[in-house]
């Protein structure tokens, strides 16, 4: 059952940079661990980043670090992921989802995804 609801995806040149929301359309975000993950075609779905519930904690692909940073406004019960110096590999869908176990734990609540693309 999907209820997350992310955006900001769209079409980058590389070296730029995007931010994705990740807001929930029937609950409060703010007692649960947000990850997001991405998928880009013919590979596996692999995780990004993840920040707990009150956002004390946060974890990163190597792939991401120092380029990607994810954060949370539980007054606005939003998730984002700012992502910077924008890579051609990191054209995917990108997912946000949220779990009640921390980010170690299981992941109950998914989006339907945003399409990230980076290209000249």
């Known amino acids: 059952q999907l209820q997350l609801v992310e955006s900001g995806g769209g079409l980058v040149q590389p070296g730029g940079s995007l931010r994705l929301s990740c807001t929930a359309s029937?609950?409060?975000?703010?007692?649960?661990?947000v990850g997001w993950f991405r998928q880009a075609p013919g590979k596996e779905r692999e995780g990004v980043s993840c920040?707990?519930?009150?956002?004390?904690?946060?974890d990163y692909g190597d792939f991401v670090k120092g380029r990607f940073t994810i954060s949370r406004d539980n007054a606005k019960d939003t998730v984002y992921l700012q992502m910077n110096s924008l890579k051609p590999e990191d054209t995917a869908i990108y997912y946000c989802?949220?779990?009640?176990?921390?980010?170690?734990?299981?992941?109950?609540?998914w989006g339907q995804g945003t399409q990230v693309t980076v290209s000249s």
């Open positions: 029937d609950f409060t975000l703010e007692h649960y661990a």
């Open positions: 989802a949220s779990g009640p176990n921390g980010c170690r734990g299981d992941f109950r609540s």
């Open positions: 920040i707990s519930a009150r956002g004390g904690s946060t």
